[in-house]
């Protein structure tokens, strides 16, 4: 892991600076982790993102800050010897371990996907701070629309997560809960609190369960057929959600939720939007980077969409 305690004062000691392989598309990843982002929990502005955290008993804060060639992070609430599991979690979250020109190899093969690096070489791939808390967002987000599921995100901090004080908060603008545990979750009337589909409550029950009998459920590594199949055993979890569980929170490059709108939407050439059978045929020719195609498409659509 590459990072660099600041030097100097108290307060210092809390800073690091991890490098960023270049390209490296900030802005875009600041504006996917906007709109993802859960009210209370995270707050995204222009170049920064901060949220709250709970680890080891410790509660604090952190704050990423976009430089030149580096991400800035700032944390608070930890003693000085607790900063490295935080710290991969930020690498992983933000995608510094990744290798760009692998990926842009590896998309270069479909005249397609290598127009879209092109035009956006230093997209990274949005991960995730918790795997649980991102799973969650996922069920939230099933049949509706990110705006939606973001407000979702919002009233169940409100209602399930743990306040914070000012002075844990850093008096950070837009943070004050931690987001809520498989142990407040787990039993808690989720849908009616909500006002949404019982089955969607459930499914977070439900994954809120797996996680407190399995403890490492969000663990990286493994195989992604493996990974997929783990994930879709647990109730109210299709194909979709485990794939972009897969990509976001257990960094399985090749993960591809291949039914998604957005991505049809993508391949839209005037002549309609392939079928889900179609789409996963074209997407052969991504492989192992399947994921990181996604992404493009994603960002393709979205620029398109746009007024």
């Given at each position: 892991?590459?990072?660099?305690?600041s030097?100097?004062?108290?307060?210092?000691r809390?800073?690091?600076?991890?490098?960023?392989?270049?390209?490296y598309?900030?802005?875009?990843?600041?504006?996917?982790?906007?709109?993802h982002?859960?009210?209370?929990?995270?707050?995204?502005?222009?170049?920064?993102?901060a949220?709250?955290?709970?680890?080891?008993?410790?509660?604090?804060?952190?704050a990423?800050?976009?430089?030149?060639?580096a991400?800035?992070?700032?944390?608070?609430?930890?003693?000085?010897?607790?900063?490295?599991?935080?710290?991969?979690r930020?690498?992983?979250?933000?995608?510094?371990?990744?290798?760009?020109?692998a990926?842009?190899?590896?998309?270069?093969?479909?005249?397609?996907?290598?127009?879209?690096?092109?035009?956006?070489?230093?997209?990274?791939?949005p991960?995730?701070?918790?795997?649980f808390?991102?799973a969650?967002?996922?069920?939230?987000?099933?049949?509706?629309?990110?705006?939606?599921?973001?407000?979702?995100?919002?009233?169940?901090v409100?209602?399930?997560?743990?306040?914070?004080d000012?002075?844990?908060?850093?008096?950070?603008?837009?943070?004050?809960?931690?987001?809520?545990?498989?142990?407040q979750?787990?039993?808690?009337?989720?849908?009616?609190?909500?006002?949404m589909?019982?089955?969607r409550?459930?499914?977070?029950?439900?994954l809120?369960?797996?996680m407190?009998?399995?403890?490492?459920?969000?663990?990286?590594?493994g195989?992604?057929?493996?990974?997929?199949?783990?994930?879709?055993?647990?109730?109210?979890i299709g194909?979709?959600?485990?794939?972009?569980?897969?990509?976001?929170?257990?960094a399985?490059?090749?993960?591809?939720?291949?039914?998604?709108?957005?991505?049809?939407?993508?391949?839209?050439?005037?002549?309609?939007?392939?079928s889900?059978?179609a789409?996963?045929?074209?997407?052969?020719?991504?492989?192992?980077?399947?994921?990181?195609?996604?992404?493009?498409?994603?960002?393709?659509?979205?620029?398109?969409?746009?007024?």
């Open positions: 892991m590459t990072c660099t305690p030097p100097a004062t108290r307060e210092d809390a800073r690091f600076t991890l490098a960023c392989p270049q390209p598309d900030w802005l875009h990843l600041e504006r996917f982790l906007a709109d982002a859960s009210p209370g929990v995270e707050a995204v502005t222009p170049g920064r993102y949220r709250t955290f709970a680890l080891d008993g410790h509660r604090g804060t952190l990423v800050t976009n430089e030149a060639d991400l800035s992070v700032r944390i608070r609430g930890l003693g000085s010897d607790d900063h490295e599991n935080i710290l991969t930020v690498r992983a979250m933000f995608d510094l371990d990744a290798d760009p020109r990926v842009a190899a590896g998309l270069g093969r479909d005249p397609f996907t290598a127009a879209l690096v092109g035009r956006r070489p230093g997209l990274r791939m991960g995730a701070f918790d795997g808390e991102l969650v967002r996922a069920i939230l987000g099933q049949q509706v629309s990110v705006a939606a599921a973001t407000r979702l995100a919002g009233r169940l409100a209602g399930f997560g743990t306040p914070l000012g002075e844990t908060c850093g008096n950070e603008p837009g943070l004050t809960h931690l987001f809520p545990t498989p142990e979750l787990v039993d808690a009337e989720i849908s009616l609190v909500l006002n589909p019982r089955a409550g459930r499914a977070i029950q439900g809120a369960a797996a407190l009998a399995t403890p490492d459920l969000f663990a990286p590594g195989e992604l057929d493996a990974t997929v199949a783990r994930l879709k055993a647990l109730p109210g194909d979709w959600t485990a794939h972009y569980v897969a990509m976001r929170a257990l399985q490059a090749d993960a591809f939720p291949a039914g998604d709108v957005g991505l049809m939407r993508a391949l839209d050439a005037g002549d309609g939007r392939p889900r059978l789409l996963l045929d074209r997407a052969a020719a991504w492989r192992p980077w399947r994921a990181y195609a996604a992404i493009h498409l994603w960002a393709e659509d979205a620029a398109r969409r746009m007024p």
